[in-house]
């Protein structure tokens, strides 16, 4: 499919690549971007399955978009990837993706239908005062000086802004605005952001402006990304005879130049503990997934702090791969990670799971959600923001349908929430959320919804 030409590319068939049957492909990474160019290459490239290779330094497909059930911690998601109906390829692949769970019908028919028959907005988008309706009233709040410089930021050139701060292009007024709420706990933005990456934003998601203070613009699988999502497309290219191989950890691609060519010479990585290499020919195809939202993850659990001894500024599983990669370059041409990568303090952010079937606990989300979870459908539409917890933790809530696993307990009723500032004192607990266990972490939220 071809960029902005309609469904005439959309749904004509391409014709089989020259020589497809000699080549063979290493994607590095398995999460939406990686099992997505595994399955183009099945479908449109018509490339033998047992011809590509997924590479995976964790136990788990899915990267950012996981889901599971620990025996020790209970159930956990890192994030989730937020999706509206403009998501051209993902949605092209899965109308040829099996469900799973309905015979003969495909992973967008179920979605599609889900979302039909249950659509989804918000009733609450932000709380003030430990649990009540901060009435945003889906007004963006923008004061004349605001409205224009998002005018002229969605205006300006991408070269003019790089190296640029959101906060060297908005005004002071600009960060009271419910505009500034909706779009920071969102998109996960802070001042310090970068002022492209919002140009990049804006520009992608202008046609949902409306949408964006009730979620209206928003979709959500039945059960968690993993499940609903991930899943099925694994199972979809296994049955093609793509193989995944986890456990495997990437740490360089080497690339030699020609001219104007890259050709990628070699791949190495570790297994098992083991320094291994796949020499490649010029008829390998090689794509890299580099970054990650999720790099670095360390895990607490009810009773116990995050241990935080591995987390330093420029390190990280797929930031060292892209670093090596980088440093190959003779013009700075395969990007610079350190952008990314070289403060922690400003780029980490904090997650967390909550489980519970309290029927005290359920009457407060329902006060605020004007939804009872239990019913199966869409709850709060969205993250709730707490207004009061904007100088703190900065606190943002949701809960999506439930049982938001198959094998959660009927009556059991799972919250996702996060954190913008993990540095920072609560509200109730006084210490910083990256310092705290989940019991408190807990409590927090619980303060927040007026218990």
Known sequence: MYYGAGTYEAFARPEKPEGVEKKSAYIIGTGLAGLSAAFYLVRDGQMKGEHIHLLEKLDLAGGSCDGRKDITKGFYMRGGREMDNHFECMWDMFRDVPSIETPNVSV??????????????????????RGQDAHTDKQFKLDKKSAMALQKLFMTPEKDLEDKKISDILPDTFWKTNFWLYWQTMFAFQRWSSALEMKRYLCRFVHHIDGLPDFTALRFTKYNQYESMILPLTKYLESHGVKIEYGVDVKNVVIDTKGN????????????GKHETIDLIEDDLVFITNGCCTDTSCYGSQNEVCDLSNVKNGYGESWDMW?????????????????FCSDVEATNWMSATIATSDEDIIKHIINVCK??????????????????????????????????????????VLIWLYSLNT????????????????????QEWLYHKGI
């Open 371 to 412: 939804r009872d979870p239990r019913e199966g459908k869409v709850t709060t539409g969205g993250i709730v923001t707490v207004k009061d917890s904007t100088e703190n933790w900065y606190l943002s809530w949701t809960i999506n349908r439930q049982p938001q696993f198959k094998s959660q307990d009927k009556n059991m």
């Open 261 to 272: 060519k890259k050709i990628a010479k070699q791949i190495q990585f570790v297994k098992d």
């Open 108 to 129: 967008l028919d179920e979605y599609y239908w889900l979302n039909k028959h249950d659509p989804n907005y918000s009733l609450c988008r932000a709380t003030v005062n």
């Open 423 to 442: 540095n920072k004192p609560g509200n109730y607990i006084k210490k910083p959320m990256r310092e705290c266990t989940g019991m408190e972490v807990c």
């Open 323 to 339: 670093k090596n990669i980088a440093k190959q370059a003779k013009n700075g041409e395969f990007g610079n990670p350190d952008k």
